[in-house]
């Protein structure tokens, strides 16, 4: 019988649909995988590697969609509001993996799964709807060619007010490879309420390639942790030291990153050519506050509201926006050149209307302008060019609907590189485009990019913190130089552990922050034990992250990862910053070498990044191994 309550952290049930034939079928992987795998990406790397084949096309329908929450999500407590979605990347052709904060992994905790598989493709358009532990698979007919605003207001009128939803747009369903899934944009518009966004490696597309234009999610089951008397102490300390703690998350959201990344040197600018932007005062987290900024917005139980309500006026309309973050902020403005605030608020609102990923979005666009500054571009249809923001709103638009240039674009740099004949000019690790952090001025930033297991990622290391800070992770005492290349490989392997299981919890990145938490092993430890009552140490629940990222290397080796892939581009290698308070600097590639060796030792991995077998034997993956073909 399915259960009203959930106890200690699950369900037990997880919904498998195959959008071939409509089936929905439902299992329980069993107490074990639970206890191995947590929930969030754990789980849902599982639960990708046992349900797809070696080689496939990440666009077809043998790929699967895996959308999993975690034993903390359900609950009121403060950073437990999210969802992962994990998948084979049309980007990379890797482990893809991304997560969105808002409502929607909170409503899905309380319907009462634990994770959504999709495999299959539908012969019309269709969308997902989950209620109570019941899912359905419904006609989307009328949906399909809607933008994600307009698909989220249809869905509303069709199921009230309580849905929480997640939607594609037509960058999605014209499968541009990094294509996005977008929450709750409707709902911010109405209500004033936090959204989100799968954002990065390729969801969206995947979800295209199904014909899968949404997911609609209600839940009014019931969810209570093992340990009541210590969730209502935690609720009270996370919530208190969030709110002393991120104080300057709290009044510049995200965009104040950039005042640390502008002073070292670290924001990458005019396509990598710098390391620093003239334009930052236009631009920057002082004068997003005094100009675009009208209130802050939050997620589910969140006292510390980091999102941004802003409003824009731009090419004779007024423009309302969630936003924009740190990430698209670099991308769309010192990536491209751009220091008007108005038109990369415009790009932005378009890029979330269609569904587009904005970090690779300003990669793409910032490569074609670079190609142009040199003459290298022969067809540029959009008159892209540094710091023209008329033209990187018109690219937006193109690239959603692969239209002339757009066309191209929409395939991502390395594909898009290969196509306009530069491939050595392009930035990225693995296919995924560099975010924020500019490698050559942190060493640590470095390896973290260059191991990841998705491509270059700030986020499954958060090394940029350490680096910027100058502190040590986990011990503060501890100096942190960002420009040596000693001392990067431990914590760089610590903290991919901690924050896998962080993500498979799942929590915000923003309660775990390297050096300040406000909670680190031990807080996250007591968060796990409470919800789930498990009763495990810090030493235990690192050791299931390291099954997780080792589970992770067997996949992405499955998929043909070799350590060739673990590097930067070229450039980073041999082209020094131009300008900038780190101009001059390069990666070296001996010292990054010596680097990458010491985290493949610390891993327990061999010199060519493969997970030895007595490694293997203790983190109990021996069978993935033989189904990777290492043994």
Known sequence: MRPSIRESGYWRRVCFVDL??????????GKDVYMNFIGGKGLGAKLLFDNTKPRIDPLSPDNVLVFSVGPVEGLALSSAARMALCFKSPLTNLFGESYCGGYIGTEMARA???????KGASSKPVYIYVENGEVQVRDASALWGLNTLETEKALWEEHGEKVQTAVIGQAGENLARFACVVHGIYQHKVKGLRGGFFGRTGGGAVMGSKRLKAIVVKGTLEVVPADEKAYEELRGEVSSKAKNTLTALAKYGTSGIMAYTQSTGSLS???????????YEKVGPETMNSTIVKKHITCFACPVACGRHSVVDYGGKTIVLEGPEYETLYALSPLCGIDDLAAVAAANELANLYGLDTITLGNVVGFAM??????LLKENDLGLRFGDGASLVRAVEAIAFKRGLGKILAEGVRRASEILGFPELAVHVKGLEFPGYEPRALKGVALAYAVSQRGACHLRHVAYRPNLTGKHPFKPDVAVNRLSYEGHAEYVAEQE??????????????YSLPTIGPMLWDGV???YNMATGAGVSPAELRRVGERINNLIRLYNIREGLTRKDDYLPERMYSEPLAFGASKGEVVDKGSFERMLDEFYSMRGWTKEGIPKQEKLAELGLVDYAKKAGLA
């Open 20 to 29: 071939s034939d409509g089936s929905v079928k439902y299992s329980d992987p």
């Open 112 to 118: 009462g799964i634990d994770a959504l598989v999709v």
């Open 525 to 527: 430890t007591a968060i």
């Open 269 to 279: 600018t005019n396509y990598y050519q710098g390391g620093s932007f003239e334009g």
């Open 370 to 375: 670079y190609l142009a500054e040199r003459g």
């Open 497 to 510: 552990d901690f924050y896998a299981v962080v993500d498979s919890m799942i929590m915000c990145k923003f």
